[in-house]
């Protein structure tokens, strides 16, 4: 993804201390990188970046909804989603994001890109099985649900099968095992 200048903070004029930044992120954010699950976007994302002498701690959070498919009825809904994340800013001798938690910057290196971390808190934050409210609570009322009730087994009426087709000769030798 190019960099969007919005995302770039630079923090060499910074004072030492806490600077609070915000974002609102919408589905063009995500068509940056590529990524086109979510049909809709709207979610606030808050930065605290406290600037120390030898290196940088950012807070995130955010909060907001991405519009998904349901999948159990392929309905969209707005589904909820918050997170947080914490990162470590250091400075090495060279670009290091290997490790979740601390990003080493170069010495010399006067802005961050936090635009990939909030991709990523985001994307981690909504769950992998997206299942429409109306279903846990029964308000959605739609064909597919109708039609997957009507195609759902029904174990009851097979026990009940199972009795009524039994050999009398099996039911006179269960007798001496329960007897």
């Known amino acids: ?14 004072k030492q201390g806490k600077h609070q930044f915000e974002f609102e992120i919408d589905k063009k ?8 699950e979510y049909n809709n976007v709207n979610i606030k994302v808050s930065l605290v970046l ?3 002498s030898t290196m940088l701690e950012l807070n995130f959070k955010h909060k907001g909804t991405v519009n998904v498919p349901c999948d159990i009825t392929n309905e969209d809904f707005d589904l909820p989603v918050k997170g947080k994340l914490r990162l470590i800013v250091k400075f090495g001798d060279e670009f290091n994001n290997d490790n979740d938690e601390i990003l080493v910057l170069p010495h010399g290196e006067y802005q961050v890109d936090v635009s990939q971390y909030i991709y990523e808190s985001i994307v981690l934050s909504v769950p992998s099985k997206r299942v429409h409210p109306g279903i846990k609570d029964g308000t959605l009322d739609t064909v597919i649900l109708d039609k ?25 030798l269960k007798k001496l095992l329960n007897g």
């Open 29 to 36: 954010f995500f068509e940056g990188f590529g990524f086109d």
């Open 50 to 52: 406290e600037k120390m």
């Open 148 to 172: 997957l009730n009507e195609l759902a087994p029904k174990e009851k009426v097979k026990k009940e099968e199972q009795k009524e087709n039994t050999d009398p000769r099996w039911d006179e």
């Open 1 to 14: 993804m190019k960099a969007n200048k919005e995302f770039l903070i630079p923090f060499v004029g910074l």
